[in-house]
């Protein structure tokens, strides 16, 4: 590891790989970790968590349920994914914290957990750092105090730190959201588990339906309109206030957001083929996956256990195995975006070496991530050679393009950090990745992955 001639921080350095092969070991599903640890702690009694990511922001939640007063055990951890233990008193036993709850880098821990600790009747502050101190934080406000609760942040109630101070019982709300969150959404499902009467939200695009899987697997009446469940189009999200939820065991899937930097990789890559294991592709999830197959990317999906893929109850996994492709160029509508946010970077970096233009329109979601996604990935795949351009929300870039290594600026974002490194491995020359380890934030083992499919 160097250090960066642009920051003067820690830096990767990633050079073209002659072929890549392998079966990458993947992280756990950041978001579905996020939540079995909540609704272990909600949930209270003894509840396994098996192959959780272990990554920094799923760290930040495991925390916070710790210091709410649930006894959170690491019982088995592998550098890359960790079981976990979840003792807890459930939610009527759960107490104040004795000091400010540290989101770190995780906006899914500072939004989820603002809805469970809007239904909690104590004074709570959420923070973390520079960069999410910079979120917006007005959208979860907004519906929160609207159901009874207090919350109050900086910068006229924008930005964090964000001040909870709950109430038991909260009132139950009707509430269209204004962009589309699964994060804002699950927030007010989780704070309308203890409010009075049923609690609505609805979506004018459907965003991921962890949540609500994970609410019904634990004995929680969630209805969806219209019942068709995969996503695309408006839906409502109800359920009824003051269900007990039951301590459950989960088994956390790889992670579909982790796995779409490989499959990439091998897509991009003159001489590639990859397997990728037990892959989440939940119908709200697969959104990239199916983008790739319409760009031209060669995957054939296996499905593995006995959820089927269009099934609302548990999670449908699928192997995937991916080689060399040639890919084509295609639009990515508003909708599209919303369903694949995470993975918007990496597909910026497929539409590189895709035949045509390429356009992603309505992206400006991006702005509001871990850093101005849309500027970092503009700036640092110009940098490499890329022909990409912005203008507002939309996204435009032409290919092929013949990538040159160079340096390229993370923001401290782990998936811009990975982006420039899986664009390393077909660039010329050396791509040097600044502050490369906040790759570590969902994938802590990134780098020895990419090196050991290289060899």
Not at 72 to 99: M, Q, T, W
Not at 192 to 214: I, K
Not at 335 to 345: G, L, N, T
Request: hydrophobic fraction near 40%; glycine fraction near 10%.
């Amino acid at each position: 590891m160097a250090e960066s001639p642009l920051t003067g921080g820690p830096s990767r350095s990633v050079s073209r790989a002659a072929r890549l092969r392998g079966e990458p070991r993947l992280p756990g599903d950041k978001s579905i970790s996020h939540r079995a640890l909540i609704l272990a702690t909600l949930a209270g009694g003894d509840s396994r968590i098996a192959g959780a990511g272990d990554g920094r922001d799923v760290q930040a939640t495991a925390g916070i349920m710790a210091a709410l007063g649930a006894t959170v055990e690491r019982v088995h951890e592998d550098g890359l994914n960790v079981d976990y233990r979840v003792i807890s008193p459930g939610a009527d036993g759960l107490h104040e914290p004795d000091g400010v709850l540290d989101c770190r880098n995780s906006g899914t821990s500072l939004r989820l957990c603002s809805g469970v600790l809007a239904s909690l009747p104590f004074f709570s502050v959420l923070d973390g750092d520079a960069s999410l101190r910079s979120r917006p934080v007005a959208r979860i406000i907004e519906p929160l105090r609207s159901m009874g609760a207090a919350l109050y942040a900086r910068r006229s109630d924008t930005l964090p730190p964000l001040v909870v101070i709950g109430l038991t019982r909260l009132r139950a709300i009707d509430y269209t959201t204004r962009v589309p969150s699964a994060q804002v959404k699950s927030a007010i499902l989780l704070a309308g588990l203890r409010a009075e009467g049923p609690t609505t939200v609805r979506e004018a695009v459907a965003t991921r339906d962890h949540t609500e899987r994970m609410l019904r697997s634990r004995g929680i009446d969630v209805r969806r309109e219209p019942e068709a469940s995969s996503g695309g189009g408006p839906v409502a999200w109800t359920l009824d206030g003051g269900a007990r939820l039951a301590a459950k065991d989960d088994r956390v899937p790889a992670d579909p957001s982790a796995a779409a930097f490989w499959l990439v990789a091998s897509a991009i890559h003159p001489d590639a083929e990859m397997t990728l294991r037990a892959v989440g592709v939940n119908p709200t999830r697969r959104t990239a996956i199916d983008l790739l197959v319409r760009m031209g990317a060669q995957i054939t999906e296996t499905p593995v256990g006995d959820v089927a893929a269009d099934s609302d109850a548990g999670e449908p996994l699928a192997d995937l195995t991916v080689r060399s492709s040639e890919l084509r160029a295609i639009d990515i509508g508003p909708d599209e975006v919303a369903a694949a946010i995470d993975e918007i970077p990496i597909l910026c970096l497929a539409a590189t070496q895709a035949r045509g233009r390429t356009t992603i329109r309505g992206a400006g979601e991006l702005r509001n991530k871990e850093s101005d996604r849309i500027d970092g990935i503009v700036t640092g795949l110009r940098a490499l050679g890329a022909k990409i351009s912005v203008d507002g929300d939309d996204i435009t870039i032409e290919g092929p393009s013949q990538l040159v290594g160079a340096p390229t600026l993370t923001l401290d974002d782990h998936r811009l950090a990975m982006t420039f490194a899986v664009a390393g491995l077909i660039a010329s020359g050396s791509t040097s990745i600044d502050r490369g380890d906040s790759a570590a934030v969902s994938y802590p083992s990134f780098f020895t992955e990419l090196e050991r499919l290289r060899a």
